[in-house]
């Protein structure tokens, strides 16, 4: 009997997961190829900690080969799908095309960052969805303050010690206390510099931060992050930062080096070109039972979505509510959508997807942090103990769960490793320079 042939778009949470899934309940009925552009599953809750330092970025990563035995992994940018003819096609680095024909496919591309036309946002800003990012932001920070306790030009030291935060989601909001934090331990080695020097900022458009924890604990964390010197500047928008001369909507103008966009997320563009049934925002439209549907609500045949790219009912909530893009609801939704495809293949029916969201944990550096979870609110050292558990056991597979295990134990002997590879960006210049000389 021939096999059924599962093509998985993505290898982050939902790919891997579904993968794992129908491998294990379905190995000898399915081929499963899953194409992601990067060799690895992100695991995003760590990049803050990976930003700071407290984790080696490396690790923050599963690399999916090595998970994924007995699939095949392709390593490409999906180009185009069209589920009418079940073929899609994707360019690898070397910019070669391949065309991928299956019977079922898995869209599970999730989102990419959700930017404005603010004048000198794309030649400005950074964002921060990848591990490339996070490293890119610990190496600038560290770099920016190697510089600035150099130069004796005060408006220079200024700007180059002015960190903007555009958006306060958790994601945000861990990214940019945590970067805070590794900077504050960095200057200990840097006497020329002050606390005060550092300039941290967070724009967010709306009243409140951390709106997934509710007003009181978005209330205390701006309290706690103003306390330790940060500013954030509420019902305040970024309208322009060309070259880094950043203009606010309350009147503020100065100069940043760094501008980090945190405001939200998209789904991945590829699927607004395919013929896949989108909903009102971008995503592409899904039952419970996480197949993709027409606006009429029938299944198409063979395609099954999950995830940030998916508007997925939540079931919780009820009529006309759907499923936020959190790690939890993906890593749930795949495993259910892997089960759902076995069950599809043998003749079985398909079961609903429905999960109460347990909370957000979000660590706002070396022992802080808050915390909401079915009705219990932590702050400070408990938060951010349950923050660290809670992602130990999270993180996929035993390997990557040692590894973080011993990048904690260790800074906790040796303090974490506060040096910039700036110079990791540009490989080859001493080389040139040695050549040239
Ligand atoms: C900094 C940060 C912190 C977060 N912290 C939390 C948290 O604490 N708790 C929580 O619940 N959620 C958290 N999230 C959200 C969570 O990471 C996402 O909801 C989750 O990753 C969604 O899973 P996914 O599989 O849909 O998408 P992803 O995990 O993003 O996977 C999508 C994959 O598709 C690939 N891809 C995209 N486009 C293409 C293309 N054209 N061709 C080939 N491959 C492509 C990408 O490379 C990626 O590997 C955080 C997110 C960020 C950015």
């Not at 599970?108 to 990012?133: H, M, Q, W």
């Not at 408006?155 to 002015?162: E, F």
């Not at 203009?247 to 940043?256: D, I």
């Not at 896949?276 to 899904?286: D, E, I, M, S, W």
């Amino acid at each position: 009997m021939s096999r059924t042939r599962i093509l998985i778009l993505g290898g982050g949470y939902v790919g891997l997961y579904t993968a794992l899934t129908l491998m294990r309940r379905a190995k000898d009925a399915v081929d499963v190829t899953v194409i992601d552009r990067r060799p690895y599953m992100t695991y995003a809750p760590f990049l803050p900690e990976a930003a700071a330092g407290s984790i080696e970025p490396r690790h923050a990563v599963v690399p999916l080969r090595r998970e994924l035995k007995g699939a095949r992994v392709l390593q490409g940018k999906v180009e185009t799908i069209d589920h009418a003819s079940r073929s899609v096609t994707a360019t690898t680095d070397l910019g070669e095309t391949l065309t991928l024909d299956y019977d079922h496919i898995v869209i599970a591309l999730g989102a990419v960052s959700r930017t404005l036309p603010i004048p000198g946002l794309a030649d400005f800003g950074l964002g921060f969805k990848y591990v490339e990012e996070a490293i890119n932001l610990r190496n600038r920070v560290l770099g920016r303050i190697a510089r600035a306790a150099t130069t004796t030009d005060p408006a220079l030291r200024r700007r180059l010690l002015t960190f903007v935060f555009v958006g306060g989601g958790f994601a945000g909001v861990e990214a940019f206390a945590e970067t805070e934090d590794m900077a504050r331990a960095a200057l200990r080695y840097y006497p020329e510099l002050k606390h005060d020097d550092l300039n941290f900022v967070m724009v967010e458009a709306m009243g409140r931060i951390l709106p997934e924890m509710g007003p009181d604990m978005g209330a205390y964390t701006v309290t706690e992050l103003e306390r330790r010197g940060m500013r954030v500047l509420l019902e305040t928008r970024l309208e322009s930062c060309i070259d880094g001369h950043v203009a606010l909507s309350n009147g503020e103008a100065f100069e940043a080096d760094t501008v980090v966009w945190t405001a939200g997320v998209k789904p991945s563009p590829v699927i607004q070109s395919s013929d896949l049934p989108l909903g009102p925002r971008g995503h592409v439209n899904t039952a419970a039972t996480l197949q993709v549907i027409d606006d009429s609500g029938i299944p198409l045949p063979g395609a099954w979505a999950a995830g940030d790219c998916a508007q997925v009912p939540n079931l919780v909530e009820g009529e006309g509510d759907w499923c936020a893009p959190s790690a939890q609801h993906a890593v749930r939704q795949a495993k259910h959508l892997g089960r759902n495809i076995a069950a599809h293949l043998a003749g079985r029916p398909l079961a609903e997807y429905k999960h109460k969201h347990l909370g957000v944990v979000a660590s706002l550096g070396l022992n802080k942090g808050v915390a909401s979870t079915m009705g219990i609110k932590l702050r400070g050292w408990p938060a951010w103990v349950m923050h660290r558990t809670y992602h130990l056991l999270a993180i996929p597979t035993f390997n990557r769960k040692a590894r973080v295990a011993l990048d904690w134990t260790a800074a906790v002997f040796f303090r974490r490793d506060l040096v910039s590879m700036g110079r990791l960006h540009e490989p080859r210049r001493a080389f040139e320079e040695a050549a040239r000389s």
